[in-house]
């Protein structure tokens, strides 16, 4: 059997498998949920303020921002993110540009900013979860291994076919965004100006010497090139676990736990530095696009990528060595 053959059987089993399916259907779901709420939350400001004026709008959210960046309740990085928003928000006003242009573009733009932290690791963490354990839990890993195939290359075929599939997730991701919102704000949005080189400090310093705007097809080509370089880390991550544990339902809670507390600490933690070590807290990377503070201090751009990828290799490499030496026919 070829290795070209491995990996479509690895494909055609997940793709048959109803997990992969529900994942889909949860995430269509999800998607025209956050739609019709946003449509609604839209509607009820204009409706509040009395007038569909954006820039009255927009002139009211920095005004709340600015109360809340007093609070004393407000911890460092949460008053970095505030400042963040409020010289964002400055700076469209002052060049005439509307953040609230409706849009299927817009909504993509803002599910991928949003969703790359948590929701959709989760995703492709129930995927990549059931990759090596099932075959365990099975029984079928001792079948698979007598075909005369090595187990380092029926490994490969499981981590590339892996690959493809949450390939195939992030373009069900970006067509259904943008097929689902389209019926509640219109298909348009592609040309519309995208502010970058915003560069904010975990202190709350605010440069916008080097700011520039990008049309919005351009900068969703860059979001989602991130986007899926933080969904390989997380599938990659996934897959060590799903290699070292044997069953399933242990592989997603230990994923699971990880991407929770992974929030959690760029929440709540921004104090421990050593926490920027941890991959998960890593997955903002769009965030760096557009100008938001990183979660601790000390990160940067290049650092997240780094940290992602030697992660990721270290993960690839311990899902071999174990494989390969695991006995499985006892």
Known sequence: ?????????????????????????ILCALIAVFSYAEKQAATAVMHQLGTSDWHARLQQEISSEANFLNSPFASSAEKAGIQATISEGQYELA?????YAPGAASFMKTFMDEGITLL?????????????????????????????????KV???????????????????????YAISGLFFGYQGWDLPVLMGFHTTSTGYVDIGHVFTIPQWQYLLMTFGLGFFVCLSIASLSFMVSTLV??????????????????????????????KYLPVVNLQLSGYLNGSPPPISGMTFAFSVEDLTVWSIAAIVVSFVVFVRRDVMG
């Open 155 to 177: 490994l490969a075929s499981k981590l590339v076919a892996l690959f493809l599939l949450v390939a195939m997730l992030l373009g069900a991701a970006a067509v259904a965004s």
């Open 246 to 275: 044997q069953s399933t339902a242990s592989s997603m809670g230990i994923m699971m736990a990880a991407l929770i507390a992974g929030t959690l600490l760029s929440a709540l933690a921004t104090s421990w530095t050593a926490a």
């Open 1 to 25: 059997m070829t290795f070209l053959n491995l990996i479509a059987n690895e494909v055609n089993k997940m793709l048959r498998k109803r997990r992969f399916q529900v994942v889909l259907l």
């Open 120 to 152: 959709i690791p989760m995703f492709v963490m129930v995927i990549a979860s059931d990759m090596v354990s099932s075959e365990f839990s099975s029984g079928t890993v001792k079948m698979l291994l007598t075909r005369g195939v090595s187990r380092g």
């Open 95 to 99: 060049h005439n540009i509307n953040p």
